[in-house]
């Protein structure tokens, strides 16, 4: 059952292979790395905006059991394509959580990277992750970093432009810090507990992670 949102998801996010994008690089250990951290080596996942999977089958390769739900319908055929081990499901942070809940055991862990930037209403994304975790679960999320410092380069770059552009079908429409992604987080049953700037020096950082726990209630 699809509710009043889905009239904002956006259904051709472009995926046409199995490549990872090239934010792979710098997100995926650190993902691993810290799944390890909180869970040890035997976690169920589900990568919400899984895309073509490259992240669902670098963290089935650590051992981890892991579901994929992405809203791309050419996403999800590539990455059952490329992964054929995992279940992946045609889903968005629109629908309904319990559709999901009736295929598939509730969570240990939610991964989200690099997608709640590209929301119309990013507040549904962590309410969708709650619903399907665990007491106590957590949720990984990554999104581009902007901070005071990050901002002022680009803007003495002449790049400011480029870097908000809005010609992008699909692209990135909410800018995030980690002060207002940490508000989101916290306002929809989490409780933050960790952070980590990714790729490039500190505070010029790619992209950052929050790490966040499921508060009970």
Same mark, same amino acid.
């Given at each position: 059952?699809?509710?009043?949102?889905?009239?904002?998801?956006?259904?051709?996010?472009?995926?046409?292979?199995?490549?990872?994008e090239?934010?792979?690089?710098?997100i995926?250990?650190?993902?691993?790395?810290?799944?390890?951290? /909180?869970?040890? $080596?035997?976690?169920r996942?589900?990568? +919400?905006?899984?895309?073509?999977g @490259?992240?669902? =089958?670098?963290l089935? #390769?650590?051992?981890?059991?892991?579901?994929?739900g992405?809203?791309?319908?050419?996403?999800?055929?590539?990455?059952?394509?490329?992964?054929?081990?995992?279940?992946?499901?045609r889903?968005?942070?629109?629908?309904?959580?319990?559709?999901?809940?009736?295929?598939?055991?509730?969570?240990?862990?939610v991964?989200?990277?690099?997608?709640?930037?590209?929301?119309?209403?990013?507040?549904?994304l962590p309410?969708?992750?709650?619903?399907?975790?665990?007491?106590?679960?957590? /949720?990984?999320? $990554?999104?581009?970093?902007?901070?005071? +410092?990050?901002n002022?380069?680009? @803007?003495?770059? =002449?790049?400011?432009? #480029?870097h908000?552009?809005?010609?992008?079908?699909g692209?990135?429409?909410?800018?995030?810090?980690?002060?207002?992604?940490?508000?989101l987080?916290?306002s929809?049953?989490?409780?933050?507990?960790?952070?980590?700037?990714?790729?490039?020096?500190?505070?010029l950082?790619?992209?950052?992670?929050?790490?966040?726990?499921?508060?009970?209630?």
């Amino acid at each position: 059952m699809k509710n009043e949102n889905a009239g904002n998801a956006v259904s051709d996010y472009g995926w046409r292979s199995a490549c990872p994008e090239h934010s792979h690089g710098y997100i995926a250990a650190r993902v691993v790395s810290t799944v390890k951290d /909180l869970v040890g $080596t035997t976690a169920r996942i589900l990568d +919400l905006g899984s895309g073509n999977g @490259a992240l669902c =089958g670098t963290l089935a #390769a650590a051992g981890h059991e892991v579901v994929g739900g992405e809203y791309d319908e050419e996403g999800v055929r590539i990455a059952s394509s490329a992964y054929p081990h995992i279940p992946f499901h045609r889903l968005g942070v629109q629908d309904d959580p319990s559709e999901l809940l009736r295929r598939e055991k509730p969570f240990d862990v939610v991964v989200s990277t690099e997608v709640v930037e590209h929301l119309f209403s990013p507040h549904l994304l962590p309410i969708y992750a709650r619903a399907v975790l665990n007491s106590g679960g957590h /949720l990984l999320l $990554t999104a581009p970093y902007h901070g005071y +410092l990050k901002n002022l380069a680009l @803007a003495a770059s =002449g790049k400011l432009d #480029a870097h908000f552009t809005v010609l992008w079908h699909g692209g990135h429409i909410k800018f995030w810090s980690r002060r207002s992604l940490t508000l989101l987080l916290e306002s929809s049953g989490f409780s933050v507990i960790g952070f980590r700037g990714l790729g490039r020096v500190p505070y010029l950082w790619k992209s950052m992670l929050l790490v966040a726990r499921r508060t009970a209630g």
